[in-house]
């Protein structure tokens, strides 16, 4: 399936991991996660149209249009506990695809993690998907995690930026409505040097849910440390085998 890719072995583990990727990402960014976690884990990764095998595909720019086509595709796969995972931009479709769920009486994650993402309830702007390209390619490269060599190539990089910039705005033009929060138990990831979703911006997260809420702090800016990854993954792992087991 096109949005779906499952680098180890499929429908192995007890209990599936929705990942979403950040702005301008792939789904290549959790191709070692199979190796990371335990068995009982099967982590599907989620790509969005508009990159790597999926380029030929105009990238979403609303998230109203994106969230029904995702739960078209990911239906087929909630035969079975899930959870799901969204780093920076992932995380707030990882919301937005939670709460639809709940309001087409469909299953819902039994944990939403979220990670470098500052809480939907601040209603902050976001940054880059408005501004000129100079302006956007400015903003990755203070984020981080964009190779140099998109900078250092600029047919390279006027290719990437449409899709950088359709995924900002999916998030930038997301209203953030007043709603009764989700029963889902929520644990947030932040950088403790991240200044576009520092700890203090991630806090209020805890407003989504009714249930239990933590939050975490990793070493490392917007994109962890691999030591700051480490332990993520393990307090993914704790978490779901919790449930697992249970």
């Known amino acids: 399936m096109k949005w779906l890719r499952q680098y180890g072995t499929s429908n192995a583990g007890r209990i599936r991991l929705l990942c979403f990727h950040y702005a ?13 976690l335990p068995d009982v884990i099967e982590p599907v990764a989620i ?30 796969i909630l035969d079975k ?3 799901c995972y969204g780093f920076s931009m992932g995380a707030r479709v990882a919301l937005a695809l939670s709460y639809e769920l709940r309001s087409r009486g469909l299953p819902l994650p039994v944990k939403l993690f979220v990670a470098s993402s500052a809480a939907p309830a601040l209603r902050l702007p976001v940054r880059g998907w408005d501004e000129s390209d100079e302006g956007l390619a400015a903003y990755m490269k203070e984020l981080g995690g964009t190779s140099a060599v998109v900078f250092d190539h600029p047919d390279l990089l006027e290719l990437f930026l449409p899709t950088v910039r359709a995924d900002l705005k999916v998030v930038g033009t997301c209203p953030v409505p007043e709603r009764e929060p989700l029963t889902v138990p929520v644990r947030a990831f932040a950088g403790n ?14 407003q989504e849910t009714s249930a239990e809420f933590d939050l975490n702090i990793l070493p490392g800016a917007h994109f962890f440390t691999d030591a700051g990854t480490a332990q993520m993954l393990g307090a993914v792992t704790k978490d779901l085998v919790g449930v697992s087991a249970g």
Do not use: K, N
């Open 193 to 206: 040097d991240d200044r576009e979703a520092s700890p203090a911006r991630m806090l209020p997260w805890g």
């Open 24 to 36: 301008g990402g792939t789904a290549s960014m959790f191709r070692t996660w199979h190796t990371l």
């Open 47 to 76: 790509q969005l149209p508009g990159r790597d095998d999926r380029h030929a595909e105009p990238p979403y720019e609303s998230m109203s249009e994106l969230v029904p086509d995702l739960i078209d595709a990911l239906t087929p």
């Open 81 to 83: 506990p899930f959870a």
